[in-house]
T-cell receptor
Framework: GNSVTQMEGPVTLSEEAFLTINCTYTATGYPSLFWYVQYPGEGLQLLLKATKADDKGSNKGFEATYRKETTSFHLEKGSVQVSDSAVYFCALIETQFYFGTGTSLTVIP | NAGVTQTPKFQVLKTGQSMTLQCAQDMNHEYMSWYRQDPGMGLRLIHYSVGAGITDQGEVPNGYNVSRSTTEDFPLRLLSAAPSQTSVYFC???WGTGGALTEAFFGQGTRLTVV
């Protein structure tokens, strides 16, 4: 079946540190992959997406590359800010959406 | 453009009470879905709909009913609330059906407490 596994949190980083949140997936076909972000008290917002192998999604300094050979879609950012503190969800779409459990990120000044 | 609107934002119920969580979208999306979010569990799919008149069960459907009489609305009904249904509920919509789904648009969530 389909599933998404992302690294456990919480993650705490200092401002300007490098961020990686690992995400791997299992899928029966060729899904689209997504990263969503959830700020406190809000719903999920799309951060970036990739629809086929080797595509790179990017937005607000975040990026992730669709790696079919390793079934991965790791989220990276070169220099995090306090405003990046949120919960990040990796997801895939085939006939329906499948979400990871979420990774909480706290960035301290 | 309102997107996906959920009401209410907060609700406290007593065990055994019933209520309906409302969800409406103004993007003419065919696909709509309900999730519950619990600590350490991520988002779990309760029910979904691929168009008006069509609904199906997700991962955790027990204790919940849905209907889809119009493209815009997808209410979630709790017939007899239980403490285990204390959670944050999200409604989402998307273009397309089946394998052609695009990104999901989420509502702001309903925080439900059952005492």
């Amino acid at each position: 079946g389909n599933s998404v596994t992302q690294m456990e949190g919480p993650v705490t980083l200092s401002e300007e540190a490098f961020l990686t949140i690992n995400c791997t997936y299992t899928a029966t076909g060729y899904p689209s992959l997504f990263w969503y972000v959830q700020y406190p008290g809000e719903g999920l917002q799309l951060l970036l997406k990739a629809t086929k192998a080797d595509d790179k999604g990017s937005n607000k300094g975040f990026e992730a590359t669709y790696r079919k050979e390793t079934t991965s879609f790791h989220l990276e950012k070169g220099s995090v800010q306090v405003s990046d503190s949120a919960v990040y969800f990796c997801a895939l779409i085939e006939t329906q959406f499948y979400f990871g459990t979420g990774t909480s990120l706290t960035v301290i000044p | 453009n309102a997107g996906v609107t959920q009401t209410p934002k907060f609700q406290v119920l007593k065990t055994g009470q019933s209520m309906t969580l409302q969800c409406a979208q103004d993007m003419n999306h065919e696909y709509m879905s309900w999730y519950r979010q619990d600590p350490g569990m991520g988002l779990r799919l309760i029910h979904y709909s691929v168009g008006a008149g069509i609904t199906d069960q997700g991962e955790v459907p027990n204790g919940y009913n849905v209907s889809r009489s119009t493209t815009e609305d997808f209410p979630l009904r709790l017939l007899s609330a239980a403490p285990s249904q204390t959670s944050v509920y999200f409604c989402a919509s998307s273009w397309g059906t089946g394998g052609a789904l695009t990104e999901a648009f989420f509502g702001q969530g309903t925080r439900l407490t059952v005492v």
